[in-house]
């Protein structure tokens, strides 16, 4: 009895110190670990003198918020401007350190990739040191803000089929004889990423000609690219026409800006003399759209899911 008694009561002895370790540990573990995590939403813009523009931004927020926070795993929402205008990047990172949140999902409404969105944002927030963004950012007196939130940057735009949803149903409305017309895309574009723009505004355009039946199409720049001047529109316009009666103009701009769809645009179509006649355009957006914000609530959404799931994992 005694040579059992002792082994048992060694491996009790050795079970309790077991325990009272794994104890320790956890307790250890869970007091350097953080217990809950605040997760903020900022949707990030290009940012425009044009209140038009700028008011459309804040809609996009008002119509996702409720959604978000509904989910239970995201506590708040702001947007920004990333240049021009308040409130800037900064200062919504700002806002969101001061309320205690430790994570942000950063959601860029860009269409696709530019110096803006693969450039400037990170340089903005602290995670990329670009030379030519940092003196970008002095010369725009654009403030560098480094939160203490981990902030977690999504895809654009072209990540799914947004974007060609968003055009065809504007083409849609446009069309009254799609054999007889052809589609012209006007785009702000990108000099460094012109590539990139381009394969875009093909995607679009082929996604159209598939689903509406309109065979031609072309596009144009209105942004730096082009200098701001409207004769990029006057020749994608002029392109359609020598093939199809009909040209069907739609601006692929994010907001409504007076400069753009009114004065650069607007300017492209006049230049066309007496063609005019045979163009149809509207002066929207892609914004407002359900699709959007359909878009904007699933990756939020997807991204709060994986760092609620993260800490939960961290903490087991």
Not at 1 to 19: D, H, K, S, Y
Not at 55 to 62: V, W
Not at 72 to 82: E, F, K, L, P, S
Not at 198 to 226: N, P
Request: aromatic content about 8%; some cysteine; overall charge neutral.
């Amino acid at each position: 009895m005694t040579q059992l008694r002792f082994p048992l009561f060694v491996a009790l002895t050795l079970a309790g110190l077991c325990l009272a370790f794994s104890s320790c540990n956890t307790e250890s573990r869970s007091q350097n670990a953080p217990t809950t995590r605040k997760t903020g939403v900022l949707l990030v813009n290009h940012g425009s003198h044009s209140p038009t523009w700028r008011q459309a931004l804040l809609d996009l927020e008002t119509a996702v918020k409720d959604s978000l926070l509904a989910t239970g795993i995201i506590q708040g929402t702001r947007t920004a401007y990333m240049e021009y205008t308040e409130p800037s990047i900064a200062t919504q990172l700002k806002a969101f350190d001061a309320e205690g949140y430790t994570d942000i999902i950063l959601v860029p409404v860009f269409l696709t990739v530019s110096s803006h969105s693969f450039d400037d944002i990170p340089t903005i927030i602290g995670q990329k040191e670009d030379p030519q963004s940092l003196e970008t950012l002095k010369i725009e007196k654009i403030e560098r803000y480094t939160p203490k939130a981990k902030v977690h940057i999504t895809p654009l735009l072209d990540f799914t089929d947004v974007l060609k949803q968003n055009i065809l149903r504007r083409a849609r409305a446009l069309s009254k004889n799609p054999s007889e017309e052809g589609l012209v895309l006007i785009a702000y574009g990108d000099e460094t990423y012109m590539k990139e723009w381009t394969s875009l505004m093909h995607d679009v355009g082929r996604y159209v000609k598939e689903h509406a039946g309109i065979e031609a199409y072309s596009y144009g720049w209105c942004g730096h690219v082009a200098h701001y001047n409207p004769d990029s529109t006057t020749v994608a316009i002029n392109r359609v026409l020598k093939v199809k009666k009909q040209a069907l103009v739609v601006p692929v701009l994010v907001a409504h800006d007076e400069m753009f769809q009114v004065k650069i645009i607007g300017d492209g179509i006049s230049k066309t003399g007496n063609d005019k006649a045979r163009i149809t355009y509207i002066p929207d957006s892609i914004l407002p759209d359900p699709v959007v914000e359909k878009w904007v609530i699933g990756i939020a959404t997807e991204y709060a899911r994986k760092i609620h799931n993260n800490e939960v994992a961290y903490l087991q």
